[in-house]
């Protein structure tokens, strides 16, 4: 069943970064590729839980503040140590200018 949250803004996120978004107790991380498109993950990074919002974004690519650990935001993919274990993602859509993840 879907859920869908608003997060943001969609232009609130500038091309190739990311944003934090806070709802029911969890972190999210909200990302907009070089070419438009939306993505979301797991807001914490699953090496150490530090906030991948913080991180640096390049080519589909989040890597954490603390560990350098990698991650590809449109899979959830860990693609670099110390981080080994996947994130979730989200689908995400974005309707009149207006980001929205599903969390069902």
Known sequence: MSQWIHACKAEAIDAED?????????????YRSADDAYFATDGLCTHEQVHLADGFVMDNIIECPMHNGRFDYR?????????????KTYPVKVESGTVFIDLG
Do not use: Q, S
């Not at 990311?18 to 909200?30: K, L, N, Q, S, Y």
């Not at 959830?76 to 140590?81: S, T």
């Open 75 to 87: 899979t959830g993919e860990a693609k670099g140590a110390p981080a080994c274990v996947n994130l």
């Open 18 to 30: 990311v944003t934090r978004f806070d709802h029911a107790g969890r972190t999210f991380a909200i």
